[in-house]
């Protein structure tokens, strides 16, 4: 049975590496440690595909150390503990290194029970995650390793790669391949920085195809695509990955970019994602754009109605349509700000007693009392009369700034002349 094409192409040497330069290149900061030989414990974090394990493997090569690979997702305190059993022994005499993929789901338990291990040099660690460590990898662990971020290939890295896997699969099969114009950039374009896609796709291509009688094979786009398909999406509705998209979301139409706006929505629904959009539309609404153009929410909530009740993929129309009418809308965080400060004085405590005048006249019987020092302001010209609204301990509270927007602008315009400020 042949091996995987990811597999039997995965680089040896760090030079035939596919990527990382910021690390790796011949002055890099990693390149250097592993030069040295004296490898500390580390932490890879990056997307799949972008050679966390295969650096791995070829830091046990140079530096001699017997390779353990443990999934965390599978993998529990009985398998670190026969690992651990290999220290002092034959079996690895020049110590061990322990690749653990995916860190983030050891519990805490499980990551403490390396400690011992990970601090007296027995063991040396290479833990591996696609979540950002500092939120999912124990303290302990994070204050005895040395994170290294692995980025997300650009196309023009891959294309090589899926050069020498059609190349690969020419002498594997035994075939040509014709390859149709526009393959091999999709391909690279396609797979969302995974190399490992990519070279998936290849295989797959491949297998998908069938020998002429001139023995070659026909290596088409529209093959290409169907195999790629949504292949470029980095999404995980739990992780990282997707409060990234939809905060570039929120930024990119406070920013007044509808188009980066449309690009972020498209992301989120090619996820098969409509929950998040509707939801953060409904708060952009009201959070960035506010009082300076309040038809907006309202706007807003019957576009999201309407997606929801369309469903997809029609909802991406009117969704599109609250996307570009909030970026290009003017921009006001009045409302927002004014909610937060006064949240901010409840937090401390500042509170007080409600002033007398506004408590329910029927409450306890005082109802003469309360309503002779109600002053009930459509009595008073321009439906306004000063008096004290809030408690005493907050006199004087302004949470609510007027927004330099034309729609607040006019109402602070009005009320300064009915209050005469």
């Not at 038809?295 to 019957?302: M, S």
């Amino acid at each position: 049975m042949n091996r995987p094409l990811a597999d039997e192409l995965r680089p040896e040497t760090l030079d035939e590496v596919i990527g990382q330069k910021h690390m790796l290149a011949e002055n890099g900061l990693l390149r250097r440690i592993i030069d040295s030989g004296n490898v500390p414990n580390l932490i890879f974090y990056g997307p799949s595909g972008t050679g966390k394990t295969t650096v791995a493997g070829i830091i046990a090569k140079k530096t001699n150390r017997t390779l353990h690979k443990l999934n965390a997702t599978t993998a529990g305190v009985a398998d670190i503990k026969a690992v651990i059993g290999d220290v002092d022994t034959m079996l690895a005499p020049d110590g061990i290194l322990l690749y653990l993929d995916e860190i983030q789901y050891f519990t805490k338990k499980q990551q403490q029970s390396l400690l011992e291990y990970i601090e007296n040099g027995k063991i040396s660690l290479i833990a591996s995650t696609t979540e950002n460590p500092y939120f999912y990898v124990y303290n302990a662990i994070l204050s005895r390793s040395t994170v290294f971020e692995f980025k997300a290939l650009t196309a023009e890295e891959i294309v090589p790669a899926v050069k020498r896997a059609v190349s690969f699969m020419e002498n594997r099969a035994g075939v040509r391949a014709k390859v149709e114009d526009d393959v091999i950039e999709y391909i690279a374009r396609s797979c969302g920085g995974d190399v490992r896609k990519a070279i998936n796709a290849v295989e797959l291509l491949f297998y998908g195809s069938r020998p002429d009688s001139n023995n070659e094979v026909q290596i088409r786009l529209e093959d290409a695509k169907t195999v790629s398909q949504k292949s470029a999406m980095r999404y995980d509705r739990d992780g990282d990955a997707h409060y990234d998209i939809v905060s570039a979301f929120q930024k990119s139409i406070r920013g007044s970019d509808p188009d980066a706006g449309l690009h972020y929505l498209a992301r989120l629904l090619e996820a098969g994602d409509l929950i998040s959009p509707c939801r953060r539309l409904l708060v952009i609404a009201s959070e960035d754009i506010g009082l300076a153009h309040p038809i907006a929410a309202a706007i807003v909530k019957a576009c999201v109605d309407s997606a929801v009740q369309l469903g997809l993929p029609e909802a991406g129309i009117p969704l599109a349509q609250a996307v570009i009418l909030l970026a290009t809308s003017p921009k006001s965080n009045s409302a927002a700000t004014a909610i937060e400060a006064a949240m901010n004085d409840i937090r401390k405590g500042i509170t007080g007693d409600i002033p007398r005048a506004l408590q329910n006249v029927h409450a306890d019987g005082a109802e003469a009392a309360k309503a002779d020092t109600y002053k009930y302001a459509h009595n008073y010209p321009h439906h306004y009369v000063r008096q004290q609204y809030l408690p005493d301990e907050l006199s004087g509270a302004v949470y609510y700034k007027y927004g330099d927007n034309k729609t607040e602008q006019a109402a602070k315009k009005y009320w300064d002349l009915v209050k005469g400020e």
